[in-house]
Nanobody, 122 residues
Framework: QVHLVESGGGLVQAGGSLRLSCAAS????????MGWFRQAPGKEREFVAG????????YDTDSVKGRFTISRDNAKNTVYLQMNSLKPEDTATYYC???????????????WGQGTQVTVSS
């Protein structure tokens, strides 16, 4: 079992920045690929970014290209999502997820956090 807890969400003006964190309670964090997803009201959960056990990064380039950066610190069992130049359309609940395989499909992930709300005002 992997328990994930997100933090760092909040209210920010358009153009601002936030850094989300996801802390994992597992002794084998380094063996998991980690993903960030988001879900706005009435919409499907969508992939934002992922990072493999080896540091390979993947992004939904259409929506976050050049603005978001995913990283991980295996010593701290934590994955981060640095979000810059935020836009109102980035408003959503952001979730982190863990799975042995890196994927951009939310159904592939076994473990999920409870989510953290990000609201971007115009």
């Amino acid at each position: 079992q992997v328990h994930l807890v997100e933090s760092g969400g909040g209210l920010v003006q358009a153009g601002g920045s936030l850094r989300l964190s996801c802390a994992a309670s597992t002794r084998t964090f380094s063996s998991y690929a980690m993903g960030w997803f988001r879900q706005a009201p009435g919409k499907e959960r969508e992939f934002v970014a992922g990072i493999s056990q080896y540091g390979l990064r993947s992004y939904d380039t259409d929506s976050v290209k050049g603005r978001f950066t995913i990283s991980r610190d295996n010593a701290k069992n934590t994955v981060y999502l640095q979000m810059n130049s935020l836009k109102p359309e980035d408003t959503a609940t952001y979730y982190c997820a863990a799975d042995p395989l890196l994927s951009d499909t939310h159904r592939e992930y076994d473990y999920w956090g409870q989510g953290t709300q990000v609201t971007v005002s115009s």
